[in-house]
């Protein structure tokens, strides 16, 4: 039960797009090297952060159900779920995270979603209960002079221009105060439990070089993308020319009222009164994330927002008001801050191409298969014929830069340009590292499209940028070999506790 990690990116209306990630093929060198790192970096001690009410209407959404007492027992140790719950702190905090995270990716807060950031939650309160246990088995423990220091330095009660605020400290309640008391000094007790079981490793010559390798080595190779979303031009504008419902954009503000309903009815009668007020009024009384812009959400398009939304948003004209529009989100007061209006062809060119895609996709990944089939059953037989196989069909490569085996961050050749589509993608780092120089590999099938490639170099062993590293190499990989050693000891602990997990009773699965 190690501690692990899209709801919406706000609580705007925002519509979500999910696409299917091609399954990943596996490879022998990539693999396990990765692994490796993975076991290494299996663990993070999480401390406790509470983040005020961010959250609170998915965490309400996944826990509307639960038939146990507690959400789990730990050595007898019952974890509640409670709103206020160390859980739901930790929820809040991943779901911030997340929200975070996802801001352009405009993913959909699911049920699944849900469900798996409140076992990440349980994980973690599970691990830190586990080791607050051990501690008090073994004595370790922090005076309360200790806790306040941590308390003041971490500014909890800072004002005024003072680290400690008198006025401050007596408006807290005396809950939070003893909350915030409670988990600092849980914090400090895991943070000397860690530093006296596995602060003191050291890190050999051996292992580091061995590291250095491993985190250095890389492979080259030239690739080719073949796009879903490369289109002629004269089909493009022919979609564009009959679709213009499709590329309308609308610009409004709006005020969320989450649970009220008559609360937003007056505010509603309001706004109607002095519409001139709404952006200050939005200020006052919306509930969404946007109230500091006066509720303005920009320029988007019907698609972007949720039915609900769009429906009532394109409906009006500048300056008109809605009635209550009613979303999962809550209720909603629409302000039209301009006409809805078509956007220009060059000024749309992306969406155009994204919604060609979406409404054909079948034909274009078809066209795209069955070009990427061609060059690979000729480029297999003779890897010298890739190059021109590309050329015959006017496709151009881009050389890479040497890619790790983690396959994170991906530059061109030159070392000057991000190659995100490169990125993050399992896949193609398990292929290349099991293909051999010289060789062709692929497809790679992405969302937008499929990659084929050449694996043209590898990196050698580098012995002054490894002198270069030394220093920053032997900080990481102690941290990383502490980790390891942590999940050793919690994975032993895990084995030899009564842990009642009553998890799939407070979020059974749907369908």
């Not at 605020?165 to 439990?193: A, C, G, H, V, W």
């Not at 030394?470 to 990481?476: I, Q």
């Amino acid at each position: 039960m190690a501690a692990s990690k899209k709801p919406p990116s706000s609580q705007s209306p925002k519509k979500s797009s999910q696409t299917k990630k091609a399954p990943a093929q596996k490879s022998a060198h990539g693999s396990a090297a990765k692994t490796a790192m993975k076991k290494l970096l299996v663990i993070i001690i999480v401390g406790f952060v509470a983040v005020a009410f961010i959250g609170s209407f998915a965490y309400r959404y996944a826990t509307r159900q639960g038939s146990a007492p507690s959400i789990a027992v730990v050595n007898g140790e019952p974890i509640s779920a409670g709103p206020d719950s160390m859980l739901a702190n930790f929820y809040r905090q991943f779901y911030e995270q997340e929200r975070q995270a996802a801001e352009s990716e405009e993913e959909e807060l699911t049920e699944q979603k849900n469900r798996e950031l409140m076992k990440r939650a349980l994980d973690t309160v599970i691990q830190r209960t586990i080791i607050l246990q051990y501690a008090e088995r073994e004595g370790i423990t922090v005076n309360r002079e200790t806790v306040l220091s941590a308390i003041i330095k971490k500014g909890y009660y800072a004002g005024n221009g003072k680290t400690f605020d008198e006025q401050r400290y007596n408006s807290t309640p005396e809950s939070t105060r003893q909350d915030i008391f409670r988990s600092e000094k849980e914090q400090l007790i895991i943070n000397m439990f860690v530093n006296e079981h596995f602060g003191n490793v050291t890190v050999s010559e051996v292992e580091l070089k061995s590291f250095f390798q491993f985190a250095d080595y890389g492979k080259k190779i030239e690739y080719v993308f073949l796009r879903y979303d490369d289109i002629p031009e004269e089909t493009l504008r022919e979609f564009y020319e009959e679709n213009p419902q499709l590329f309308e954009k609308a610009h409004v503000a709006h005020i969320l009222i989450k649970d009220d309903e008559e609360k937003a009815q007056e505010i509603l009668e309001k706004v109607k009164a002095n519409p001139k007020l709404f952006a200050q009024i939005a200020q006052e009384s919306s509930e969404d994330t946007t109230k500091d812009k006066g509720g303005d959400l920009g320029w988007f398009y019907r698609k972007d927002m949720i039915a609900e939304f769009s429906e009532s948003a394109f409906t009006l004209k500048k300056g008109e008001i809605s009635p209550l529009v009613r979303t999962t989100f809550g209720t909603h007061i629409i302000k039209a801050l301009d006409d809805v209006k078509v956007e220009s062809y060059d000024s749309a060119l992306s969406r155009i191409k994204s919604e060609y895609v979406s409404e054909h996709r079948d034909e274009v990944e078809k066209k795209v298969a069955t070009l990427s089939k061609e060059i690979l059953t000729e480029a297999s037989a003779d890897s010298k014929n890739f190059d021109a196989l590309l050329k015959k069909n006017d496709l151009r490569t881009t050389t890479t830069d040497y890619i790790s085996v983690m396959g994170q961050y991906i530059l061109d050749e030159n070392r000057n340009t991000p190659l995100f589509e490169l990125m993050n993608n399992e896949e193609l780092v398990d292929l290349v590292f099991a293909t051999e120089i010289g060789r062709v590999g692929g497809p790679i099938k992405t969302p937008e499209g499929e990659i084929l490639f050449k694996v043209i170099g590898e990196k050698s062993f580098d012995q002054s940028e490894y002198e270069k590293s030394k220093e920053y190499l032997t900080g990481t990989y102690n941290t990383l070999k502490e980790n390891y050693l942590f999940n050793d000891w919690y994975n032993h602990e895990v084995k030899n506790s009564k842990i009642v997990d009553n998890f799939s009773q407070f979020f059974p699965r749907q369908g």
